[in-house]
C-alpha cells in the first residue's frame, strides 16, 4: 500500500442525489514521488455496500497544478457518496439507536514521477492500481445531524412520493408537532413520536373549534376540508379517531406502559404526515374534489 488516508468529517448533502460529504487527508507513504491519475471507491456498513460509486470532489496538492504525491506530505481532499434512499433506509435500520462505524474504501491509479532537468518531473513508466481502506466511527448524534442535512424525511421509507404538507395558520402547531413526531421516530422515542402524532391531531381540531371541543373541532375541519360530501366526512372522521386512539397508547403515564416499536411508531407517523397532507392541501385549494 502506498498511500494512506484518515476521515477528518462527514456532512450530508440534500438531494435531489443525497449524498455523505467526507473530507479526508491523504498521505503517501511510498518512498518515490509519484503522480496520482484517479481516485474512486465505496462506503460500507456492516460489511454490506451503502454507496459504490464513491468519486472525488475536490482535492489540493498544496498550490501545485500538478497532481503530485510527495512522501508524508499532507493532501486535503473531500470525496461525495451518493446515498438511495434504500441505503439510508438500511442504515436506520442497521443502527436503531446506536453509533455507526462506515469503512471507506478507496482504489487509486498512479504513475512514477520521471525527475527532468531543472527540477521538474513527469509522470513515466507504468500505471499502478491500489487500494486503501479506513473506519470512521459516526456518533448518534452526529448521525441524527446528518440525516438533518440530508433532509431525511422518515416517510419516503416507503417509497411513496414526498408529500406536500401545505401551511396553513390553523395547522401551523400541528405541523410543528409532525415535525417533532419525525424527531422522536429519530431518535428512538417510538412512544414519544405517537404522542406527537395525537397531540398533533388535537391541536388542528382545537385550532377550528377556538377551544377544547376536540369532537366539535374535527367537525368542523372536515367540514372545510371535504365540503363537497357527508360520506366522505364520516369516513375521514373514522380514520382520524381511530388514529388518534392508536396514537394514544404513546402516552407515557399509561400503567403498565406498553411498548412501542418502530413499526408501530413508523406506521403512526407514516399515516399522520399523510392525512395532514390531505387536510392541508385541501384546505389551501391545491386540490380539490373535480
Not at 41 to 47: A, E, F, H, I, Y
Not at 99 to 115: F, H, M, N, R, S
Not at 218 to 233: G, I, S
Request: glycine residues 6%; aromatic residues 8%.
Amino acid at each position: 500500500m502506498s498511500c494512506q488516508f484518515s476521515v477528518g468529517a462527514v456532512s450530508g448533502k440534500p438531494g435531489p442525489v443525497r449524498a455523505l460529504t467526507m473530507v479526508i487527508t491523504l498521505r503517501w507513504v511510498a518512498a518515490a514521488p509519484a503522480f496520482l491519475l484517479n481516485i474512486q471507491g465505496r462506503v460500507r456498513l456492516n460489511n454490506e455496500v451503502v454507496c459504490d460509486s464513491l468519486a472525488r470532489d475536490g482535492i489540493s496538492f498544496g498550490g501545485s497544478a500538478a497532481a503530485d504525491l510527495q512522501r508524508e506530505r499532507p493532501i486535503p481532499a473531500t470525496l461525495t457518496a451518493p446515498l438511495s434512499a434504500e441505503s439510508i433506509r438500511w442504515i436506520e435500520d442497521q443502527r436503531a439507536t446506536n453509533d455507526i462505524t462506515i469503512q471507506v474504501e478507496l482504489k487509486y491509479a498512479w504513475q512514477e514521477a520521471l525527475p527532468l532537468a531543472g527540477g521538474t518531473q513527469i509522470a513515466a513508466g507504468r500505471v499502478y492500481w491500489d487500494t486503501a481502506d479506513c473506519h470512521y466511527r459516526i456518533s448518534r448524534s452526529d448521525w441524527l445531524r446528518i440525516l438533518a442535512e440530508l433532509k431525511w424525511q422518515e416517510y419516503e421509507m416507503f417509497e411513496i412520493a414526498a408529500l406536500p404538507l401545505v401551511a396553513d395558520a390553523n395547522l401551523q402547531q400541528a405541523l410543528q408537532l409532525l415535525r417533532h413526531a419525525q424527531e422522536a421516530l429519530r431518535s428512538g422515542d417510538y412512544a414519544g413520536a405517537l404522542a406527537c402524532c395525537r397531540r398533533a391531531l388535537e391541536s388542528a381540531a382545537k385550532y377550528h373549534v377556538q377551544g377544547d371541543n376536540v369532537k366539535e373541532g374535527f367537525n368542523l375541519l372536515l367540514q372545510a376540508a371535504v365540503p363537497e360530501h357527508e360520506d366522505k366526512r364520516t369516513a375521514l372522521n373514522g380514520v382520524m379517531a381511530k388514529l388518534s386512539e392508536y396514537a394514544h397508547l404513546g402516552r407515557h403515564e399509561r400503567y403498565p406502559a406498553l411498548r412501542i416499536t418502530r413499526a408501530e411508531a413508523e406506521f403512526v407517523v407514516t399515516a399522520t404526515i399523510a392525512l395532514f397532507s390531505f387536510l392541508s392541501r385541501r384546505l389551501a385549494k391545491t386540490e380539490t374534489a373535480d
